[in-house]
């Protein structure tokens, strides 16, 4: 982390020639988008020149919605990169792959590796190099651990960077949006604040800074009353049909756009189920690509958005969640807090103050509001040298806590966790065609060969599968499972009552709680 954080600095010193790149697919790319813009404001505050950008698997429209079929092409990531890139002379390319798989973070550091007078490459992930995967790209000869293997090698002259710190498993099997996400954030963060801070980088620095988020996560979850209250809420709007929407401001905002971003993928919700909106919209973002709102409803992310589309069909079944701190625009979160309490009763607040800087209208809005979870963080959380900056990060990773949590909470609610197992995923790329087959494996106890049969026949709503089929390309399979609503649970269904796939179907249409579904066929059978 030193070491890098000193590549950073050397980038500082000559920005017109020089980028650091941030990297990833899904939540990874997100919170890529999130740091980089981040890091540009505090850099600008700080007097200096802008010098971060970011890539995401699927381009802009993947901050918001599922693009994970491009997670699959080392080749465009490896352009995205490049034409990012183009014209500087030294790059610090952070490339971040929690399980070490993405193909398209493979690209993109095999790119590095081949143009080292340029790039650095840095790998942030959370396996140990070893269980970096091995299964073959399509259409390349590379691997994503070839790719680590030779980083490793590079690494002993510190031509290249591996932070891969070991994690454990998630709460929620196979979901990094979570504690990989959250590490992610730290680590990162961590980086830059040291490189940021005109004092020399120390071990004892960011040791104190790490230390500092085990505060940050403790502070947290000493409100995990507050918090199972929000869940519940959340969850009983889900299990009613009904929505939850976060209402956002600043960074806090955009927490709330990425969190719900990632519910779709994860638990095969509805776009609908769970949406994010920012004041200021799009200029709030500041994404490449612009405004997308002309792209669809769930590209419309803006408190206006919400006024004219969302506010006149909400009712008291619906969950809404204002965040937002002390140093934003109290007065407007008060106007829009009594606007929402015209249409629903249920309505919460997550807000954050430190210690002494109450704001005044925040009477008001606890009046307004069933519930406010109020974290007033001590002065004392503040006093790094980092000062402001600190504070927000510290707030951010508090909210994303909080969000993780009622999201997660909601779903499971809803039925759509099984176990510990993300029961309905969307089927989109090669690495969740794999986890599911490996998850229809675990759940029915049938050969790997069988569960990829039934999770073809879910995908193409057959109960023979022809020859065609069966010699499909993975591509194709996935392109396809987009369309087909409960993928998973048709395919495990079929594994363990052998019934038609219209029978499945009837199944589960008597039984639209997934997880009660999957547990009456595993007693049954």
Known sequence: LMEVAERVRLILKDPQDSLVVLSGCGTSGRLAFFMASGFNRELQRLNYAPVCSYVIAGGDRALFSSQ???????????????KVSEGKKRVLFVGVSCGLSAPFVAGQLDFCLRHPDVYTPVLVGFNPAHQARKEPIPGCTLTFHSVVTRMEELAKTQKAFLINPALGPEAISGSSRMKGGSATKILLEVVFSASFSRTPVTFNG???????????????YSHSEEIAALMEAAGRSLQCGRQVCYLGWGSLGLLGLIDASEC???????????????????KELGNNEGD????????????????????????????????????????????????????????????????????????????????????????????????????????????KLLLNAVSTGAHIFKGKVFKNYMIDLQVTNSKLYRRAARLLQKLSGHSESECEEALLKAIYQVDKLSEDIATCSLE????????????????LVCLLTGCSMKEVESRLEQQPIVREAMETCLKSS
């Open 206 to 220: 960011i040791l104190q800074h790490m230390r500092s988020y085990e505060k940050a996560l403790d502070f947290t």
């Open 292 to 399: 997308l709102t002309l792209m669809g409803p769930e590209f419309s992310i803006s408190h206006d958005d919400f006024l004219d589309g969302v506010l006149p069909r909400l009712t008291d079944a619906d969950t809404v969640l204002l965040l937002y701190s002390h140093s934003d625009d109290v007065d407007e979160v008060a106007k829009l807090a009594r606007r929402v309490r015209e249409k629903t009763s249920n309505i919460h607040a997550a807000y954050h103050q430190t210690d002494g800087d109450a704001a005044a209208k925040q009477d008001d809005i606890n009046k307004l509001c069933s519930s406010t979870v109020i974290f007033t963080w001590p002065q004392e959380a503040s006093k790094l040298k980092s000062g402001n900056a600190h504070r927000l990060m510290q707030r951010e990773f508090s909210t």
């Open 264 to 282: 779709k993928p994860t638990f095969g919700a509805d776009h609908e189920d769970i949406r994010g909106f920012v004041s200021g919209g799009y």
């Open 476 to 491: 194709m399979n996935q392109c396809l499972s987009v369309s087909v609503v409960q993928v998973v649970p048709l395919a």
């Open 68 to 82: 994970e079929a491009p997670e699959d092409d080392p080749t465009l990531g490896a352009l995205c990169l490049k």
